[in-house]
């Protein structure tokens, strides 16, 4: 299984970046994906992550109100709509898909795979 991401960039405080992922390679039950972010020196964080079944989405308080996440479960991507960036939300911002891998018909435990990180820079 691979999840890829793309989207990252430099931008200017105040700017929008749309991040996406897409999980391939594999076949897979998907359930919850979702996004964390981590800077140098500081703990990875949560910043969204939405729901299988009823799509519901929790989001870190900081970027409540700027950040939408939406999923397509057919193309089994999920993308991170970033509006009215800031400084602060430089980081290196990692996709990951909780997800079970299903082989002869027979779903494996479920567990988390990542991807490899984009870098998000925002300038002020």
């Known amino acids: 299984v691979q999840l890829v991401e793309s989207g990252g960039g430099v931008v200017q405080a105040g700017d929008s970046l749309r991040l996406s992922c897409t999980v391939s390679g594999s076949t897979f039950s998907l359930y919850s994906m979702g996004w964390y972010r981590r800077t140098p020196g500081h703990q990875r964080e949560l910043v969204a992550r939405i729901g299988n079944v009823d799509g519901r989405t929790n989001y870190a308080d900081s970027v409540k109100g700027r950040f939408t996440i939406s999923r397509d479960n057919a193309k089994a991507t999920t993308d991170l709509q970033m509006n009215d960036l800031k400084p602060e939300d430089t980081a290196v911002y990692f996709c990951?898909?909780?997800?079970?891998?299903?082989?002869?018909?027979?779903?494996?435990?479920?567990?988390?795979?990542w991807g490899q990180g984009t870098q998000v820079t925002v300038s002020s």
């Open positions: 990951y898909a909780d997800l079970s891998l299903v082989r002869g018909g027979i779903a494996n435990p479920s567990q988390d795979y």
